[in-house]
């Protein structure tokens, strides 16, 4: 016991001494957060919406004009060439194209259908969709109005409609900040959890130090709780650091009981470290190490759900994010956090973390091994 | 000249006999492509709803059965209380709730006029945004079933949209470019100044300054094979791209990897200028990785659209080279526009090399301090 002891005030005065190590510790969790969720918004505004009006009549004006109120579009120009338009689309200074043909009214008055042509930069499938859906239901309600002041009351047949409100719940104003929070808390925990630890334990086998601390009697298991649990410890700082700059800068919801987020996040360290050290047994030096562990994070937070949701993703992605511990941890922050929920509610992936932990911790002190 | 030759040799020898990373190296792009172009969407599928329907009449079960079988919904579990609601939530089981109000056919048929409302687990708001607004065109669809008359001389406004550039709205044409760019700076920034800086820590860096080599070979030198390697796989991106995703190159082949190569040489120049500020390989690696991949994922307009970021983030992102690398693929690969349309980018990205290699040389030393 006493050995642990000493061999972990070594290894935080190692850590430690590093002063570019230590400033990153604090230093990217700060950047992360200010920038990161910051960055990561899916939201529509400002659609740069550019307009060709041949038509020049009250309706056309009026068609426009209610694109001008909507708070999504901002009408960049208009005029009457097309191909100036296209021009601005190629140039990224237009997302979409609004063509009213000359004759709508004249061909609207005499009861004729007339068509307006929509033209979106597609690049972004998601983002055109979203582009297409709004500017059409633009359009449609406009149409709704036309009738609506131009209809006869005797003539006016009786119309059912169904009143549709609705309420977000847990994020009213389904501010996006609130949503990726968790998420870089997962990443921030899982690159101190993963990279630090796994670099230590390289570095010093490169540098061959580990050798001299092979041929003393420290035991192996008394080696790897060493290596590993100061980077428990910070990873865990880096966790209360995390919450609290969300808390103060965000203003993010912590519903759920804390403890119980600290105790989770203890669980799944527990697997990302044995995943480190599992690596570092196969790495030969610190840049495969990193290439290893970059794989790792960059296959598994993208499938994650952190971005975007895990329902919408194949049935053989949902079949691979079993064994992804940052899809577990990802969906029991958010509950507990966001929506308030119990060890009750999180019970599936708390006893899966435990269980890929103990798996993944045996199967990397087996395969360490102090000779080589 | 031989000895520079001889160094180069002995520098692929150094990357090729390193299997594992050269697996990884090529592992990544196929990987992130497989990943991009099947897994990662924010399509609607399989959303789990529960009904809490006060009713129970024709009208609410035609509604539910309808968007049942619109399949991008499925019927959790119909509830009966308002509680229920909030442990389905926290259960996380259902996205949304929907309610149907008591006399629900009554009151259409007599007032005209009957409520929804629509709750939602916002904790995923951008998902709740969606699921809204598509419910409520389902919703908006059963209206117009209900009222089948159509007067006589309406108005009607056909909007006819056509999607330019991506008619198929492939996500692939999204990310293709933002995978070139995150690779690119990965093997060229990343790589060299691990090397560089490995051999430093390793004490090597004494014996290669000490030798007849001066120190622009050996910058060079160890430049050379990590060119080719970069080159190799933004050809392979752009062949992955082409044939499992059909994203095509509209443009001129020539000057898309002429626009890879000059972003090549600026990611190699920051790579070197990482070294010479890095004294051991941990810096050099996640000042690397930090710096450079992080914000060529996030700030380079690959997942989230730059325009809708804060302003403040978005002039930060006018200072990455990725930015404007992915502006510039994009236009060449999916616009078909010739250089006439990306100059302006291109002289930004040689203006940031410059720079680079500028700082790079103020800082490099030739003796050890």
């Given at each position: 016991?006493?050995?642990?002891?000493?061999?972990?005030?070594?290894?935080?005065?190692?850590?430690?001494?590093?002063?570019?190590?230590?400033?990153?510790?604090?230093?990217v969790?700060?950047?992360?957060?200010?920038?990161?969720?910051?960055?990561?918004?899916?939201?529509m505004?400002?659609?740069?919406?550019?307009?060709?009006?041949?038509?020049?009549?009250?309706?056309?004006?009026?068609?426009?004009?209610?694109?001008?109120?909507?708070?999504?579009?901002?009408?960049?120009?208009?005029?009457?060439?097309?191909?100036?338009?296209?021009?601005y689309?190629?140039?990224?200074?237009?997302?979409?194209?609004?063509?009213i043909?000359s004759g709508?009214?004249?061909?609207?008055?005499?009861?004729?259908?007339?068509?307006?042509q929509?033209?979106?930069?597609a690049?972004?499938?998601t983002?055109?969709?979203?582009?297409?859906a709004?500017?059409?239901?633009?359009?449609?309600?406009?149409?709704?109005?036309?009738?609506?002041?131009?209809?006869?009351i005797?003539?006016?047949?009786?119309?059912?409609?169904?009143?549709?409100?609705?309420?977000?719940?847990?994020?009213?104003?389904?501010?996006?900040?609130?949503?990726?929070?968790?998420?870089?808390?997962?990443?921030?925990?899982?690159?101190?959890?993963?990279?630090?630890?796994?670099?230590?334990?390289?570095?010093e086998?490169?540098?061959?130090?580990?050798?001299?601390?092979?041929?003393?009697?420290?035991?192996?298991?008394?080696?790897?709780?060493?290596?590993?649990?100061?980077?428990?410890?910070?990873?865990?700082?880096?966790?209360?650091?995390?919450?609290?700059?969300?808390?103060?800068?965000?203003?993010?919801?912590i519903?759920?009981?804390?403890?119980?987020?600290?105790?989770i996040?203890?669980?799944y360290?527990?697997?990302v470290?044995?995943?480190?050290?599992?690596?570092?047994?196969?790495?030969?030096?610190?840049?495969?190490?990193?290439?290893?562990?970059?794989f790792?994070?960059?296959?598994?937070?993208?499938?994650?759900?952190?971005?975007?949701?895990?329902?919408?993703?194949p049935?053989?992605?949902?079949?691979?994010?079993?064994?992804?511990?940052?899809?577990?941890?990802?969906k029991?922050?958010?509950?507990?956090l966001?929506?308030?929920?119990?060890?009750?509610?999180?019970?599936?992936?708390?006893?899966?973390?435990?269980?890929?932990?103990?798996?993944?911790?045996?199967?990397?002190?087996?395969?360490?091994?102090?000779?080589? | 000249?031989?000895?520079?030759?001889?160094?180069?040799?002995?520098?692929?020898?150094?990357?090729?006999r390193?299997?594992?990373t050269?697996?990884?190296l090529?592992?990544?792009?196929?990987?992130?492509?497989?990943?991009?172009?099947?897994?990662?969407?924010?399509?609607?599928r399989?959303?789990?709803?529960?009904?809490?329907?006060?009713?129970?009449?024709?009208?609410?079960?035609?509604?539910?059965?309808?968007?049942?079988?619109?399949?991008?919904?499925?019927?959790?579990?119909?509830?009966?209380?308002?509680?229920?609601?909030?442990?389905?939530?926290?259960?996380?089981?259902?996205?949304?709730?929907?309610?149907?109000?008591?006399?629900?056919?009554?009151?259409?048929?007599?007032?005209?006029?009957?409520?929804?409302?629509?709750?939602?687990?916002?904790?995923?708001?951008?998902?709740?945004?969606?699921?809204?607004?598509?419910t409520?065109?389902?919703?908006?669809?059963?209206?117009n079933?209900?009222?089948?008359?159509?007067?006589?001389?309406?108005?009607?406004?056909?909007?006819?949209?056509?999607?330019?550039?991506?008619?198929?709205?492939?996500?692939?044409?999204?990310f293709?470019?933002?995978?070139?760019?995150?690779?690119?700076?990965?093997?060229?920034?990343?790589?060299?100044?691990?090397s560089?800086?490995?051999e430093?820590?390793?004490?090597t860096?004494?014996?290669?300054l000490?030798?007849?080599?001066?120190?622009l070979q050996?910058?060079?030198?160890?430049?050379?094979?990590?060119?080719?390697?970069?080159f190799?796989?933004?050809?392979?991106?752009?062949?992955?791209?082409?044939?499992?995703?059909?994203?095509?190159?509209?443009?001129?082949?020539?000057?898309?990897?002429?626009?890879?190569?000059?972003?090549?040489?600026m990611?190699?120049?920051?790579?070197?200028?990482?070294?010479?500020?890095?004294?051991?390989?941990?810096?050099?690696?996640?000042?690397?990785?930090?710096?450079?991949?992080?914000?060529?994922?996030?700030?380079?307009?690959?997942?989230?659209?730059?325009?809708?970021?804060?302003?403040a983030?978005?002039?930060?992102?006018?200072?990455?080279p990725?930015?404007?690398?992915?502006?510039?693929?994009?236009?060449?690969m999916?616009?078909?526009?010739?250089?006439?349309?990306?100059?302006?980018?291109?002289?930004?990205?040689?203006?940031?090399?410059?720079?680079?290699?500028?700082v790079?040389?103020?800082?490099?030393?030739?003796?050890?301090?």
């Amino acid at each position: 016991m006493r050995t642990i002891i000493y061999i972990l005030q070594k290894e935080f005065i190692q850590i430690f001494r590093n002063r570019t190590i230590v400033g990153i510790m604090f230093v990217v969790p700060i950047i992360m957060f200010i920038i990161l969720v910051n960055a990561a918004t899916l939201e529509m505004k400002n659609i740069k919406m550019y307009v060709i009006d041949n038509d020049l009549s009250a309706i056309s004006r009026g068609l426009i004009s209610k694109f001008e109120g909507s708070r999504f579009f901002s009408i960049t120009e208009m005029s009457f060439s097309l191909k100036r338009g296209e021009k601005y689309l190629k140039n990224d200074k237009a997302d979409i194209i609004l063509n009213i043909p000359s004759g709508m009214e004249n061909n609207i008055i005499n009861g004729k259908n007339e068509k307006v042509q929509l033209l979106v930069n597609a690049i972004n499938g998601t983002d055109a969709t979203l582009i297409n859906a709004y500017a059409t239901s633009i359009i449609l309600d406009y149409n709704r109005q036309l009738i609506a002041e131009n209809i006869d009351i005797s003539n006016r047949m009786p119309f059912k409609n169904i009143n549709v409100s609705f309420s977000h719940w847990y994020n009213p104003q389904l501010n996006y900040k609130t949503y990726m929070v968790p998420g870089i808390l997962v990443i921030l925990i899982t690159i101190v959890g993963l990279i630090l630890p796994g670099l230590n334990l390289v570095r010093e086998k490169e540098l061959g130090t580990t050798e001299q601390i092979n041929v003393t009697p420290i035991k192996k298991y008394q080696f790897i709780i060493g290596k590993l649990l100061p980077f428990w410890l910070i990873a865990l700082f880096e966790l209360a650091l995390g919450l609290l700059i969300g808390k103060l800068l965000y203003d993010i919801p912590i519903i759920g009981s804390i403890s119980l987020v600290f105790g989770i996040s203890a669980i799944y360290l527990l697997v990302v470290l044995g995943t480190g050290l599992f690596i570092s047994t196969m790495a030969e030096n610190q840049q495969q190490l990193m290439f290893f562990c970059l794989f790792f994070i960059l296959i598994f937070a993208l499938m994650s759900g952190i971005f975007t949701p895990v329902e919408s993703m194949p049935e053989w992605g949902q079949w691979i994010n079993r064994i992804n511990p940052l899809a577990y941890l990802m969906k029991a922050l958010r509950m507990i956090l966001l929506k308030g929920s119990t060890i009750y509610n999180i019970r599936t992936e708390a006893i899966s973390l435990s269980v890929y932990g103990i798996l993944i911790l045996s199967l990397a002190v087996w395969r360490y091994r102090k000779t080589t | 000249m031989k000895k520079f030759i001889g160094f180069v040799i002995k520098e692929f020898y150094h990357i090729l006999r390193d299997k594992r990373t050269m697996l990884i190296l090529f592992g990544i792009p196929v990987t992130q492509i497989l990943l991009f172009g099947y897994v990662i969407t924010n399509e609607i599928r399989d959303v789990h709803i529960a009904v809490f329907d006060r009713s129970k009449d024709h009208i609410t079960l035609k509604l539910t059965n309808k968007l049942v079988s619109s399949g991008y919904f499925i019927l959790e579990k119909s509830i009966s209380s308002k509680e229920e609601i909030e442990e389905c939530f926290r259960q996380g089981s259902v996205r949304e709730v929907l309610i149907f109000e008591p006399d629900f056919a009554r009151k259409l048929e007599k007032e005209g006029v009957a409520g929804i409302q629509l709750i939602t687990d916002a904790s995923d708001a951008n998902t709740a945004n969606i699921v809204v607004n598509f419910t409520t065109g389902i919703i908006r669809n059963f209206i117009n079933e209900l009222n089948p008359l159509i007067n006589k001389g309406t108005i009607n406004i056909l909007p006819e949209t056509r999607m330019l550039y991506n008619p198929g709205l492939k996500g692939a044409y999204m990310f293709v470019p933002g995978i070139m760019a995150m690779l690119l700076i990965l093997v060229c920034a990343l790589m060299t100044s691990v090397s560089i800086t490995r051999e430093k820590e390793m004490g090597t860096m004494e014996v290669l300054l000490v030798s007849p080599l001066k120190p622009l070979q050996i910058i060079l030198g160890k430049l050379m094979p990590y060119i080719l390697l970069a080159f190799i796989i933004s050809g392979l991106i752009v062949f992955l791209g082409y044939f499992a995703f059909g994203v095509p190159v509209k443009g001129s082949l020539a000057l898309l990897m002429a626009e890879c190569l000059l972003f090549i040489f600026m990611s190699l120049s920051i790579g070197i200028m990482i070294s010479t500020v890095a004294k051991i390989q941990q810096v050099a690696i996640i000042v690397s990785a930090l710096s450079l991949m992080m914000p060529s994922i996030l700030l380079s307009g690959f997942i989230f659209p730059i325009e809708n970021m804060p302003i403040a983030l978005q002039w930060f992102c006018q200072i990455m080279p990725p930015k404007w690398f992915v502006i510039i693929i994009k236009n060449i690969m999916l616009k078909g526009t010739g250089f006439e349309y990306v100059w302006k980018e291109t002289l930004i990205l040689a203006g940031m090399t410059v720079f680079f290699i500028f700082v790079s040389v103020r800082k490099f030393k030739i003796r050890l301090e």
